[in-house]
């Protein structure tokens, strides 16, 4: 079992940053590649970001392609979201999740085994 406890979430204005954290424990984090996801009131999650094992390979939705980053640090089991210029579109709870095996589909929410709880974000004036 991995376990996943976002943290960081809050009210910004538009144009702002946050830094989301997800730190996980119980499992070696290098098992593990991991994404960032987002759900909207009435929406599906949708994907935002992803990491492989080792940190040498991203991918982003276009949609905060330019504005957020994902990195981690795996002496700190932790990885982050650095969110910039920050849209109301972009109000959602945040998620993160790890997964196993092959990095590739890593935008599928199906893919991923362990969730967070999700840390909401609101970006508004």
């Given at each position: 079992?991995?376990?996943?406890?976002?943290?960081?979430?809050?009210?910004?204005?538009?144009?702002?940053?946050?830094?989301?954290?997800?730190?996980a424990s119980g499992r070696?984090?290098?098992?593990?590649?991991?994404?960032?996801f987002r759900q909207a009131?009435?929406?599906?999650?949708?994907?935002?970001?992803?990491?492989?094992?080792?940190?040498?390979?991203?991918?982003?939705?276009?949609?905060?392609?330019?504005?957020?980053?994902?990195?981690?640090?795996?002496?700190?089991?932790?990885?982050?979201?650095?969110?910039?210029?920050?849209?109301?579109?972009?109000?959602?709870?945040?998620?993160?999740?790890?997964?196993?095996?092959?990095?590739?589909?890593?935008?599928?929410?199906?893919?991923?085994?362990?969730?967070?709880?999700?840390?909401?974000?609101?970006?508004?004036?």
């Amino acid at each position: 079992q991995v376990q996943l406890v976002e943290s960081g979430g809050g009210l910004v204005q538009p144009g702002g940053s946050l830094r989301l954290s997800c730190a996980a424990s119980g499992r070696p984090f290098t098992n593990y590649h991991m994404g960032w996801f987002r759900q909207a009131p009435g929406k599906e999650r949708e994907f935002v970001a992803a990491i492989n094992w080792s940190g040498g390979s991203t991918y982003y939705a276009d949609s905060v392609k330019g504005r957020f980053t994902i990195s981690r640090d795996n002496a700190k089991s932790t990885v982050y979201l650095q969110m910039n210029s920050l849209k109301p579109e972009d109000t959602a709870v945040y998620y993160c999740a790890a997964r196993g095996g092959s990095f590739s589909g890593s935008h599928y929410p199906s893919v991923f085994r362990y969730w967070g709880q999700g840390t909401q974000v609101t970006v508004s004036s």
